[in-house]
């Protein structure tokens, strides 16, 4: 590589970097004004919210801890994992059909620019579910740890972390899938595993060997996450060694963002090598040979 190349590569990294991260705004403003989108991302955060300040009278059985504050830790690593996992994949796989990755891929340095905007995108709207589920809590519950600089940080150490082990694996999966049904099949495992993980309650009350299970997998870390940053300390008496491990959680969850970032390159560029013109025709006439 010749000393005029070397100059050259950065400048054009930082303009595919910056088209990335103005595409993800746009985007990002994009699905929050459309209401179809905006359902997804604020109506149902809202719809949780609204369930959670009509739990405050209710209280988790044989304490005196309001049960909402006790379900809101798990709603947020819930909405990460989602927002991490299901919504790139979904996007990656709608985008594949209709042709904007194919257009990505015809512009200089344009899937560098399309991954960027997509990790942004995945970011802000999963904020913004954030935001509106920690409402409730900001304004009802004195139970949680919110007056604490501790919990915000390690709050958002856990969203950041989170966001990057599953985004990545949400795009890796996204460039698996041939069709957006298939990418819809990822949402409903999701839904399954997440039963079984221990985000919502402790881990220890279920049997053994899904507790196993549990731990392998991100979100049982994120809720574990999520309570040690909102819960008082007295509530950790039911986790698995009377800990938050917090060293663990940081743990599992570094190793899925390696794998992820990993796998992710490895899988999109075989994607876009196959990506043409006549394979968007055909997943075009397909589409539209099942009558929508």
Same mark, same amino acid.
């Given at each position: 590589?010749?000393?005029? /190349?070397?100059?050259?590569?950065?400048?054009?990294?930082?303009?595919?970097?910056?088209?990335?991260?103005?595409?993800?705004?746009?985007?990002?403003?994009?699905?929050?004004?459309?209401?179809?989108?905006?359902?997804?991302?604020?109506?149902?955060?809202?719809?949780?919210?609204?369930?959670?300040?009509?739990?405050?009278?209710?209280?988790?059985?044989?304490?005196?801890?309001?049960?909402?504050?006790?379900?809101?830790?798990?709603?947020?690593?819930?909405?990460?994992?989602?927002?991490?996992?299901?919504?790139?994949?979904?996007?990656?796989?709608?985008?594949?059909?209709?042709?904007?990755?194919?257009?990505?891929?015809?512009?200089?340095?344009?899937?560098?620019?399309?991954?960027?905007?997509? *990790?942004?995108?995945?970011?802000?709207?999963?904020?913004?579910?954030?935001?509106?589920?920690?409402?409730?809590?900001?304004?009802?519950? /004195?139970?949680?740890?919110?007056?604490?600089?501790?919990?915000?940080?390690?709050?958002?150490?856990?969203?950041?972390?989170?966001?990057?082990?599953?985004?990545?694996?949400?795009?890796?999966?996204?460039?698996?899938?041939?069709?957006?049904?298939?990418?819809?099949?990822?949402?409903?495992?999701?839904?399954?595993?997440?039963?079984?993980?221990?985000?919502?309650?402790?881990?220890?009350?279920?049997?053994?060997?899904?507790?196993?299970?549990?731990?392998?997998?991100?979100?049982?870390?994120?809720?574990?996450?999520?309570?040690?940053?909102?819960?008082?300390?007295?509530?950790?008496?039911?986790? *698995?060694?009377?800990?938050?491990?917090?060293?663990?959680?940081?743990?599992?969850?570094?190793?899925?963002?390696?794998?992820?970032?990993?796998?992710?390159?490895?899988?999109?560029?075989?994607?876009?090598?196959?990506?043409?013109?006549?394979?968007?025709?055909?997943?075009?006439?397909?589409?539209?040979?099942?009558?929508?």
């Amino acid at each position: 590589m010749t000393t005029t /190349d070397t100059a050259r590569t950065p400048g054009v990294q930082g303009v595919a970097l910056r088209a990335g991260l103005y595409r993800g705004a746009i985007e990002t403003r994009m699905a929050l004004t459309n209401p179809l989108e905006a359902i997804g991302f604020v109506g149902v955060p809202v719809i949780m919210a609204v369930v959670l300040l009509f739990m405050r009278g209710h209280t988790v059985p044989g304490t005196d801890f309001s049960l909402g504050a006790m379900v809101l830790p798990g709603l947020i690593g819930m909405a990460v994992a989602f927002g991490g996992l299901t919504a790139p994949a979904e996007r990656l796989a709608t985008e594949r059909e209709d042709g904007t990755l194919l257009r990505a891929k015809a512009t200089p340095h344009g899937m560098t620019a399309y991954m960027v905007g997509k *990790i942004v995108y995945v970011l802000l709207t999963t904020a913004v579910s954030m935001v509106v589920l920690l409402l409730p809590a900001l304004l009802v519950w /004195d139970d949680l740890r919110l007056g604490e600089p501790r919990s915000w940080l390690l709050l958002v150490m856990v969203f950041v972390l989170g966001m990057v082990a599953t985004t990545p694996m949400g795009l890796a999966l996204g460039a698996l899938f041939k069709s957006t049904m298939q990418a819809g099949l990822l949402t409903l495992m999701s839904m399954g595993v997440i039963v079984v993980s221990g985000i919502f309650y402790p881990i220890t009350a279920l049997p053994g060997w899904l507790q196993v299970v549990g731990q392998a997998l991100p979100f049982y870390w994120l809720g574990l996450g999520a309570r040690s940053a909102l819960l008082p300390p007295e509530m950790v008496a039911v986790e *698995i060694g009377e800990s938050w491990r917090t060293v663990e959680m940081f743990a599992v969850l570094g190793a899925w963002a390696v794998l992820g970032l990993v796998l992710a390159p490895i899988l999109l560029r075989r994607m876009a090598r196959r990506e043409s013109g006549s394979a968007v025709a055909e997943r075009r006439q397909k589409f539209l040979s099942r009558g929508y």
